[in-house]
């Protein structure tokens, strides 16, 4: 019984909230202590006053450092906020190997990463990281300091794995915004922090390094980063600088098996009768239509800078300016093979499933494709910013704020493929995990190995360049109140100016000398082909797959000839020096154009401006003491005002291919379209413009039933404006045509009609929605919290793909056409609970009181809603988006849990993180069907150690327990596993200095 009154009633000898306020700035003081943590304590601070060096050394001064020191100041953050909001601090990004912000927001209640770059090419793992979803949703907005923070591949949102967390105090997830915070985000607010050199006391240089080895990928990659900063007292004033810099290398391999997609395939006679009974004819079976293997070889370098500097010319104006520049440039090398064709619906071999799947078998004579592709990205992103805040006196708080960011990114891809002359015979075993795939020839007297049985098959590029950049200016005023119910009144506003263009080409694939279906010219791999350079057969090389999988498969094979990495890893032009003399059909693959305006076909370019005026009021209340006892909050309304202008690429106007006999068809339509084509249309840019008005009102309450338990209630209105890409306003038009010239197109209500199209649409609205939280936050003693967050949001004007009629002219023609566009309507809920909960056992004796636990639990459900296309023009997407599928990215249960250590100079930490399965993408590239991500968990975990007051040394360690990734194709009913992939354990050797 000792015990459990000593973990609810904190710690004795600590009653008075003073003493608690005292040990929260003295942990704001112990912040030197680590680089990594340098700042994070003093954030926590900020409301409380510095202690002297006289009070830290009272008997009630209680510094505390390290991983326990981030933890209590993200305790102070979360429970001093007026929002519901859960923060993480510097040391809580360091203290594991979360080498981006994207991998240390995991760690935070409601908040679950997906592990793929692109959620539609979930053959490819993000190296670092992923895309972020709060309570189950990607409408996430994200801040630098308070600011808009983009990316250029999509100018809404940040990519967080661009951003080096080695330059962060600190990340804020704010869940139920004020009025005063900028709108954009439904599922919530992530804001980076940076340091400032006001933060510190004084001088302050900070330096840590890392060698960080990947055991698959078996190769160390160095990173490290810089800090120094300090302010001295002038004739001017108070002035700070604090320069930082940053430089991480990061890689990793992975490793995968897969199929394609399970085709439902009906068993004929014959193959009935050869099985013996055990199929039926008619019965349905599902056999995939490839299988193959992978291998990626993925890097990363990312540089960050961050400067500012800081002017107190009195006590009542501080100046802030600030610049920072961050970097990446991720590079991957692939190397692929498979079996593109569905193989044989049975024979002897063949075991199928209890649902019909093919599980295992041995399929012969099928035909090898082997592809290298070499990837890279460069992405820089460019902040400047410059705040002024002064306050004349008690009352009044003023500040101005202006900023420009600005963010490029360009994407290579380069892809070779190669055939070989030599059947093969696939042995497949997937029921197990991992799976088995032995790939060998057919016929045992042939080799793959043989150079001359293999040949240049084609070749495939896709370019993109991207840039987006933003002015925005914002101004508050704020006046408080003595002594009063009402507590203050701020007012400001804010006006931003956005301009993002994106150019982005189709995927530019053709032969190059042969195709299984084009056989007769082949180039083999050990020819120099005619009128090409000599050393055209160095352009291969020989994969053996070594350690697949860390061998606990059997190696796939024992070598195949691929193109070589150097090939295709230095431009289209280089390439194509090697690959043109390799065309023997008299046609083939031509590179693309470096001029977007010539290769960017099917709407590649969509230039985007846009401009917002905001305003706000936002009024603070509380009292102390009152009949129903004390009590704080905020009330306020924001009215945002959005235009919006849109340019893309020409119309598109199909043609019209058949002929119509009025002698025995009514040919009105057909007449309609031959005149439509006629016209100029198909040489007119799209353009569209739309704006619109939203008043968002929002309500924040707080009630201390005592000075450790607090109740919070918040409701509020918030808008996810439609993404760049769902803006585009490009449009392809077609025409439907049976061979007499009669409609056999589908249109609106089943209806048939000549006139089909695809489109974007500018004139898309924002999702919205209502949100409701209501939750109980527990604080007792120094470092531990006991909280549960129930939420609940009715979510209306979900985009997806919908089929409307628009009208178009040409030529004198007004056609009315049925378009498959993305469109607002949809509406639906989320609903869900977030449990957490810190404890360090100080009660215990000796070492044993160095202990602690940190933990929290999410559950979250839907209802109603769509899932978007991201594509519209592709027509399995919009099928697929449609069908009653959850929603992508959400999983129902998600936890993290934490073992920490924190005592005698050793900061130690093992965290397990998981979620549970979820739909991963309604449509996958090639695939075209639906992918569902089965539950994946993690383990990492560090250890550091202080040597003297100035170095820590330590280990980190990332998926230590080298978890796979496996997903699953098909519909809710039937969605057998089709890929797993291995990737690698990171280790990391880490020091870190402070002076």
């Avoid at 704010?174 to 001088?203: C, H, Q, W």
Wanted: net charge negative; with cysteine.
């Amino acid at each position: 019984m000792a015990v459990f009154h000593q973990l609810c009633s904190g710690f004795p000898g600590f009653r008075s909230r003073e003493i608690l306020r005292a040990g929260v700035s003295a942990t704001a003081l112990a912040a030197c202590v680590l680089p990594a943590a340098a700042w994070a304590q003093q954030d926590a601070a900020d409301s409380a006053s510095q202690p002297s060096d006289e009070q830290l050394e009272t008997e009630h001064a209680i510094i505390v450092t390290g991983i326990r020191a981030s933890l209590q100041g993200a305790r102070a953050r979360k429970r001093d906020a007026e929002q519901v909001m859960d923060s993480i601090t510097a040391q809580d990004i360091g203290a594991l190997p979360d080498r981006s912000v994207s991998e240390a927001l995991q760690r935070v209640p409601g908040v679950t990463l997906q592990r793929t770059s692109d959620n539609r090419d979930p053959a490819r793992l993000s190296g670092e990281g992923g895309g972020v979803f709060i309570r189950g949703l990607s409408f996430v907005r994200s801040e630098l300091n308070g600011r808009d923070a983009f990316s250029a591949a999509n100018g809404r949102a940040l990519s967080f794995e661009d951003i080096s967390s080695d330059l962060l105090s600190g990340v804020d997830v704010y869940k139920n915004p004020s009025a005063d915070m900028v709108e954009g985000g439904i599922g919530g607010t992530i804001n980076l922090r940076t340091r400032k050199p006001f933060d510190a006391p004084g001088f302050v240089a900070a330096f840590s390094g890392d060698i960080n080895y990947a055991d698959l990928r078996k190769k160390s990659f160095i990173s490290g980063n810089a800090l120094v900063s300090d302010h001295w007292n002038t004739p001017l004033g108070e002035i700070g600088v604090l320069v930082s810099y940053s430089i991480s290398n990061i890689g990793n391999r992975t490793d995968s098996i897969s199929t394609g997609r399970y085709v439902p395939t009906t068993v004929s006679a014959d193959d009935a009768a050869a099985s013996g009974g055990s199929l039926a004819a008619g019965d349905t079976v599902y056999i995939p239509n490839s299988m193959g293997y992978r291998r990626i070889d993925w890097s990363q370098k990312r540089t960050a800078f961050d400067g500012s500097i800081q002017w107190r010319p009195s006590d009542t104006l501080t100046l802030t300016g600030e610049a920072l520049i961050s970097k990446a440039t991720p590079h991957d090398l692939e190397y692929a093979m498979g079996d593109w064709s569905q193989p044989e619906t049975y024979n002897p071999s063949y075991v199928y499933g209890s649902a019909g799947e093919l599980i295992s078998g041995v399929a012969e004579n099928r035909q090898l494709n082997m592809d290298t592709r070499a990837g890279s990205q460069h992405k820089k992103t460019q902040d400047y910013s410059f705040k002024a805040e002064w306050t004349p006196g008690d009352h009044w708080t003023i500040s101005t704020d202006v900023q420009y960011v600005k963010s490029a990114a360009t994407v290579y891809s380069m892809t070779a493929f190669t055939g070989v002359s030599v059947p093969a015979t696939f042995d497949f075993d997937y029921s197990g995990s991992p799976p088995r795939l032995n790939i060998y020839p057919t016929d045992s007297s042939q080799s793959f190995a043989d150079k001359s049985l293999n040949w240049w098959a084609a070749a495939m590029d896709h370019l993109e360049d991207n840039e987006a950049d933003q002015w925005a200016w914002r101004g508050d005023a704020e006046y408080r109140f003595d002594d009063s119910f009402l507590k203050s009144i701020k007012v400001g506003g804010r006006w931003t100016d956005s301009h993002a263009i994106t150019r982005q080409t189709g995927y530019n694939w053709s032969v190059l000398s042969a195709q299984y279906w084009l056989p007769g010219n082949e180039v083999y791999l050990d020819q120099a082909a005619p009128g090409g350079p000599s050393d055209l057969p160095n352009q291969t090389q020989f994969m053996t797959y070594p350690d697949f999988f860390r061998g606990k498969t059997a190696n796939p094979t024992s070598g195949l000839w691929f193109p070589s990495g150097s090939l295709v890893s230095q431009g289209t032009a280089h390439a194509y020096d090697y690959l043109q003399a390799t065309e023997t059909n008299g046609w083939g693959w031509t590179p693309l154009s470096s001029d977007f305006s010539q290769t960017t076909s099917g709407g590649g370019i969509n230039d985007q401006t846009q401009k917002t005026w905001a305003g706000y009021a936002l009024a603070r209340f509380g009292l102390d003491e009152s009949p129903i006892g004390r009590f704080d909050g905020n009330i306020g309304v924001r009215v945002v005002h959005t235009e919006a202008k849109a340019v893309g690429s020409a119309t598109s106007v199909g043609t019209v291919s058949v002929n119509c006999d009025p002698a025995t068809t009514d040919c009105t339509d057909y007449n309609t379209a031959v005149a439509f084509v006629a016209g100029d249309l198909g040489s007119q840019v799209t353009y569209g413009k739309n704006s619109y008005t939203d008043v968002l009102p929002s309500l924040n309450l707080r009630y201390f039933v005592n000075d450790d338990l607090q109740v919070r209630f918040a409701v509020s209105k918030s808008i996810a404006r439609p993404s760049f890409t769902q803006l585009n306003p490009y449009t392809s038009l077609s025409f439907s045509f049976n061979p007499d010239g009669t409609p056999s197109g589908t249109g609106v209500g089943g209806r048939t009609t000549a006139f089909t199209g695809t489109a974007g649409n500018p004139d898309l609205k924002p999702t919205r929605a209502t949100n409701f939280d209501l939750s109980f936050e527990y604080y007792y003693g120094r470092s531990n919290s006991l909280t549960l967050g129930l939420f609940y949001k009715d979510i209306k004007d979900y985009i997806f793909a919908g089929l409307v009629e628009q009208d178009y002219t040409s030529n004198g023609q007004t056609v009315t056409f049925d378009v498959t566009r993305q469109t607002n309507g949809s509406h639906g809920t989320i609903k869900g609970a977030e449990l957490a909960y810190t404890q360090f056992f100080d009660f215990l004796p000796g070492a044993l009181s160095g202990f602690g636990f940190s933990g929290n639990v999410t559950y979250v459900e839907s209802s109603g809603g769509k899932n978007t296309a991201v594509n519209v023009f592709d027509t399995n997407q919009t099928t697929n988006a449609g069908l009653e599928l959850p929603l992508e990215g959400l999983s129902k249960w998600s936890y993290n849990v934490a073992g920490i250590y924190e005592k005698y100079g050793i900061s130690a930490r093992v965290a397990y993180n998981w979620r549970s399965s979820y739909l991963l993408t309604t449509s996958a590239a090639n695939i075209n069907y639906p992918v569902w991500a089965d539950a994946y968990g993690q383990l990492d975990a560090s250890v550091l150690v202080s040597v003297g007051d100035h170095f820590k040394i330590g280990l980190q360690g990332t998926n230590l327990l080298t978890s796979r990734t496996y997903l699953r194709v098909g519909d809710p009913d039937l969605k057998p596993r089709y890929s797993w992939t291995e990737t690698d354990r990171r280790v990391a050797m880490v020091v870190r200095t402070l002076f």
